[in-house]
């Protein structure tokens, strides 16, 4: 330290240190504006943006105290809270990789994200200590940590009325750069083993200043998260941008229907996120004919696709009401193309243009050549939102690229305006004797079934077709007479002959995950 009190850093390092961007550091810059106005509501506890970002503080201090260091990852497995949320900002707080862990996985599943990430400590729901305790012998766990015990700690500590303003600016905590690692975001495993994507500050910083363009967010929506804060879509596209609004959240545990429609009536609720396999129910709940929605204005699908049907049914009843179709990857942070409300009428089943901060091609996924508007091709992007590679899978990284281009595996269309349609995903694409059959056309096609109330397609291997066309399908309550004859005999009308089912299985539920995503590999 020199004579005036300051320490012998050169100018060089107090500018670089001055330019410091990360994802705890832009709450930080937020939390000293907003100060009382409340942040985040979740059951009975209310957090003003002061007392949220002391508690990130509180809880980096905690995951330290743990024996973390700089680049440990962390994994977090519990059901949305509070707490869920404020451990997501404390772990870039204190320079950390956090790991979310889908809280369904148990055994063998879980065990590989555990081991793949090489996360050293597990925090977990008290619910979910049983399932990760199972499998810490044979993974690389030092410590399993309730997650009752973080809340009692921050707790604790705020009711004290710590000197917290100290912490913030010790050496030890936001100290990450921008090209830092904050987050393993673990790919669903539709089709094969979940990858962890590699997220850094800058890369899901630019996606915040994309999708809050791109979805109208405003700081007076007042949104309501039920989706699973685990999965990118309610954590990256939803919750963290309307908290670097200034706006403020209601939290729900689970997307549980009738609780959301009356919080919408109570709170006044703005802005909703559902995942079409919650859309869909609730389109059918009977509490919706009897609740006022009047303040909702804002609501978006994503993560699986929209029946076209129910999308139409729910505009109609509610005109007022602008629905926004969200697509996109947990490659890419994970919003990449938005359908606003004013595009549906024109344009039902796109999944709409890219948002501000994404490049994308329609191009052959072989040459990398682009294709001409309305023929199938692979959408790929260029963006500062793009991961940094797969975990450990450089392999798998390379084969991810082509050209300077991230091939998404996803199979479209775009049109003269340059807004896409999917077709299904590259590896969903049935070969029928020759004829490549997209899984989605045939499933648009059978959700127009009265009786049908979810349906998967798939290929079944077969001996002379190559693969055969392949639907399973859960009918609606009523409908128990429904053979697979009248639903093939149904899907003639739409469908040329080779897409047309050669065999039907009717089931009571189909696989997903908690993204609401279906498991096709299960299937298959």
């Not at 007392?51 to 962390?74: I, K, M």
């Not at 900002?89 to 055994?107: D, E, M, Q, Y």
């Not at 229907?257 to 909703?272: C, K, N, P, Q, T």
Request: proline share 6%; hydrophobic share 40%.
């Amino acid at each position: 330290m020199n004579t005036n009190g300051t320490t012998n850093r050169s100018i060089e390092e107090d500018i670089k240190a001055s330019q410091r961007n990360s994802v705890s550091l832009q709450l930080a810059r937020v939390a000293a504006t907003q100060r009382d106005h409340v942040a985040l509501k979740y059951q009975e506890r209310t957090w003003t943006y002061t007392t949220f970002n002391q508690a990130v503080t509180v809880a980096a201090l905690r995951l330290r105290e743990l024996g973390l260091q700089q680049g440990d990852r962390v994994a977090v497995m519990g059901k949305n809270s509070d707490t869920f949320l404020i451990l997501f900002f404390a772990a870039s707080r204190a320079g950390l990789v956090h790991v979310p862990i889908n809280f369904a996985l148990t055994g063998p599943e879980l065990h590989y994200l555990v081991s793949d990430s090489e996360a050293s400590v597990l925090i977990a729901d008290d619910e979910y200590l049983e399932a990760v305790e199972s499998i810490t012998d044979s993974s690389p766990l030092d410590q399993v940590v309730a997650m009752s015990s973080i809340v009692e700690h921050i707790q604790t500590i705020l009711e004290n009325n710590p000197a917290l303003s100290a912490a913030l600016i010790e050496d030890d905590l936001d100290t990450a750069e921008e090209t830092d690692l904050v987050q393993l975001l673990y790919t669903s495993g539709t089709t094969s083993a979940p990858k962890g994507a590699m997220l850094t500050h800058r890369a899901l910083l630019a996606h915040y200043n994309g999708a809050i363009p791109a979805l109208d967010m405003t700081r007076t929506d007042n949104p309501l998260i039920a989706m699973p804060l685990y999965h990118s879509a309610a954590l990256h596209v939803f919750i963290t941008p309307y908290l670097f609004l200034g706006a403020t959240i209601r939290l729900l545990r689970v997307p549980d229907i009738a609780e959301m429609l009356r919080r919408i009536e109570d709170e006044r609720i703005g802005s909703l996120f559902l995942a079409p396999t919650v859309w869909v129910p609730l389109s059918q709940h009977p509490d919706l004919a009897t609740r006022d929605l009047s303040s909702l204005k804002k609501a978006q699908y994503g993560a699986s696709i929209m029946p076209v049907t129910v999308l139409q049914r729910l505009r109609e009843q509610y005109p007022n009401i602008g629905f926004y179709n969200c697509f996109g990857q947990s490659e890419m942070s994970p919003l990449c193309t938005v359908l606003r409300p004013e595009e549906h009428a024109q344009r039902p089943a796109s999944a709409g243009r890219p948002i501000p901060t994404v490049e994308l091609r329609v191009a052959d996924s072989t040459t990398g050549l682009s294709v001409p508007p309305g023929t199938p091709g692979e959408v790929q992007y260029r963006s500062p939102q793009l991961f940094s590679g797969y975990w450990k899978k450089p392999e798998q990284t390379q084969d991810a690229f082509i050209d300077g281009w991230f091939r998404s595996g996803d199979l479209v269309t775009m049109d003269d305006h340059g807004y896409i349609e999917v077709v299904d995903r590259i590896k969903d694409v049935i070969n029928s004797g020759g004829e490549l059959v997209a899984s989605r056309e045939v499933e648009d096609v059978l959700y127009r079934h009265q009786a049908v109330a979810e349906v998967a397609v798939v290929g079944r291997p077969h001996a002379k077709w190559i693969e055969q066309v392949t639907a399973v399908v859960v009918l609606k309550e009523g409908h128990p007479e429904v053979s697979a004859k009248e639903i093939r005999d149904f899907s003639r009308q739409y469908l040329a002959r080779h897409k047309v089912p050669g065999h039907i299985e009717f089931v009571t539920e189909l696989p997903r995950n908690q993204s609401g995503k279906l498991l096709k590999r299960e299937l298959k």
